[in-house]
Structure formats: C-alpha cells, structure tokens
C-alpha cells in the first residue's frame, strides 16, 4: 500500500532548522499517525509523502512559503502581562501562551514593560527553511469513523 488520500500513515520524523539544529522528533516516544490528504500536516509535508511506502526514509526540505510562512513584520502585539501563560516572570525571547478568540497562541516576548508585553505573534519556524527526515512505519485504509472526524485514532493520533 502507498500513501494516497483517506490512508494513516504512521512515521516516525525528525525536524531540524537551516543551521541543522534538532526541533522535534517523534524517535524518543510514539510514531505520529495523521490521516493523510486532509490537511492534518502542512501541505509540502503532505505532498513530499504521497505514494511512498512503509519502510522509506524521506528527507524533505521546504522553504518558508511550504512550511510556516514568511515571517511579518507586524506580527507584533502589544498584550497585558497577565494575558500570557507559562511563566512568572518574562523576558525577551522567552515563548508563552496567549489565549485568543482563535484558541491559544504560541508567541515570542519582544519586549516586557509593567504592565504590558510586547509579544511576535510569527510562528517561531516562520520565515525558515526546515527538513524532515522521515520514517514511515505503517500504512492503513482509515476507518469510517476517523474520515468523519478528519483525523487518525489510536497510537500517535487523537485519542478520545
Ligand atoms: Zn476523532
């Protein structure tokens, strides 16, 4: 079987920057199952991977506008201190939570005043070039049940 639309991959990935420094990987803990062709992952990752089979090694490299976009220049928000979540005190270049309309939001802090943070709103990853090496474990046919969610169950996907 390949992977093609409406199949769950399950892979283990490491994800490195431009300089070859380590972000994630999956190696120390489960595989990561996603439900293919629905968007779960961002679309070169997607793209990178149909028709591949269990047991390839795929190394993908996606430029910014592939992967979490152009960094913008007014993605800078000023936001009141007690809005962010993750810390007691804040500096520059600390990530924290804030809480939006949209669900919560992964930021930078730019700047702290007393009462007010400045934080970018950018994707920590925005603006960067990224690899994937990936490892595909397994694929399977997805469940009627997990088409209707629009995500894979079980190990590496939602559980609920
Ligand atoms: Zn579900």
């Given at each position: 079987?390949?992977i093609?639309?409406?199949?769950?991959?399950?892979l283990?990935?490491?994800?490195?920057?431009?300089?070859?420094?380590?972000?994630?990987?999956?190696?120390?803990g489960?595989?990561?199952?996603?439900?293919?062709g629905?968007n779960n992952?961002?679309?070169g990752?997607?793209?990178a991977?149909e028709?591949?089979?269990?047991g390839?090694?795929?190394?993908?490299?996606?430029?910014?506008?592939q992967?979490y976009?152009?960094?913008r220049?007014?993605?800078i928000?000023?936001?009141p201190v007690k809005?962010?979540?993750?810390a007691?005190?804040w500096?520059?270049?600390?990530t924290?939570?804030?809480?939006?309309?949209q669900?919560?939001?992964q930021?930078?802090?730019?700047k702290?005043?007393r009462?007010?943070?400045?934080?970018?709103?950018?994707h920590?990853?925005?603006?960067?070039?990224?690899?994937?090496e990936v490892?595909?474990?397994?694929?399977?046919?997805?469940t009627?049940?997990?088409?209707?969610?629009?995500?894979?169950h079980?190990?590496?996907?939602h559980?609920?």
């Amino acid at each position: 079987m390949n992977i093609s639309k409406d199949c769950v991959v399950q892979l283990h990935y490491s994800l490195f920057d431009e300089q070859d420094n380590l972000i994630e990987s999956t190696k120390s803990g489960d595989a990561l199952a996603y439900l293919h062709g629905h968007n779960n992952m961002i679309p070169g990752f997607e793209k990178a991977l149909e028709g591949k089979a269990a047991g390839e090694h795929v190394s993908i490299t996606l430029p910014p506008e592939q992967a979490y976009g152009a960094r913008r220049a007014d993605a800078i928000q000023r936001v009141p201190v007690k809005h962010l979540s993750g810390a007691k005190v804040w500096k520059k270049g600390m990530t924290a939570v804030v809480h939006t309309e949209q669900g919560p939001r992964q930021v930078t802090v730019e700047k702290v005043g007393r009462f007010m943070v400045d934080v970018d709103t950018n994707h920590p990853l925005a603006g960067k070039t990224i690899r994937f090496e990936v490892d595909i474990q397994d694929i399977r046919a997805a469940t009627a049940e997990e088409l209707a969610h629009g995500h894979a169950h079980g190990v590496g996907g939602h559980q609920h």
